[in-house]
T-cell receptor, first 111, second 114 residues
Framework: GQQVMQIPQYQHVQEGEDFTTYCNSS?????IQWYKQRPGGHPVFLIQ?????EVKKQKRLTFQFGEAKKNSSLHITATQTTDVGTYFC???????????FGKGTLLTVNP | DGGITQSPKYLFRKEGQNVTLSCEQN?????MYWYRQDPGQGLRLIYY???????QKGDIAEGYSVSREKKESFPLTVTSAQKNPTAFYLC?????????????FGPGTRLTVL
């Protein structure tokens, strides 16, 4: 079945440093979604990418979808303490409502 | 106020007992999902449903059962056959039609089996 690998598993940064998490799928995806889960909370949708090579920005967050639609990345510029949490990518296959989640990257930020 | 509710937030059960976790949504979503989250394991799909009275097994369905008698409700039963039931359980829902099918998650139920 479809597998989505995400690295790194953990990342600790100083406030103000940049952060990137990467996602790779074993199969071509129809779309990829990103979620953020704060400590003790539940996942919250951030964004969806659909097109090959697509790049989207949300303030300090930049999301990319690879040309082959098998990989994606989330980059945060100048991290803040409010960025703390686990970031998950989730790949959509042929039936676009079912997602396969990566294991997530836990980001901690030292003020 | 629209959203997904899960109850209870914390649940304790003795080994060998079945337990049912509640999930209700008023978002008028067709699809509903149950995930299990363990530390370092991400979200693993247990069951999902696209329509009332129909559901499919996810990746880790063994030891679990569900029902979808109403569009708004998708309860999950953790049976005594589930070997490691202690986990954080998340329910989610989404639209099926259209380009955007992001999943909306409930607050979760943390189940501890003693």
């Amino acid at each position: 079945g479809q597998q989505v690998m995400q690295i790194p598993q953990y990342q600790h940064v100083q406030e103000g440093e940049d952060f990137t998490t990467y996602c790779n799928s074993s199969t071509t995806l129809s779309n990829i979604q990103w979620y953020k889960q704060r400590p003790g909370g539940h996942p919250v949708f951030l964004i969806q990418l659909v097109k090959s090579g697509e790049v989207k920005k949300q303030k300090r967050l930049t999301f990319q979808f690879g040309e082959a639609k098998k990989n994606s990345s989330l980059h945060i510029t100048a991290t803040q303490t409010t960025d703390v949490g686990t970031y998950f990518c989730a790949g959509g296959g042929g039936s676009n409502y079912k997602l396969t989640f990566g294991k997530g990257t836990l980001l901690t930020v030292n003020p | 106020d629209g959203g997904i509710t899960q109850s209870p937030k914390y649940l304790f059960r003795k080994e060998g007992q079945n337990v049912t976790l509640s999930c209700e949504q008023n978002l008028n979503h067709d699809a509903m999902y149950w995930y299990r989250q363990d530390p370092g394991q991400g979200l693993r799909l247990i069951y999902y449903s696209q329509i009332v009275n129909d559901f499919q097994k996810g990746d880790i369905a063994e030891g679990y059962s569900v029902s979808r008698e109403k569009k708004e409700s998708f309860p999950l039963t953790v049976t005594s056959a589930q070997k490691n039931p202690t986990a954080f359980y998340l329910c989610a829902s989404s639209h099926l039609a259209g380009d955007m099918n992001e999943q909306f998650f409930g607050p979760g139920t943390r189940l501890t089996v003693l």
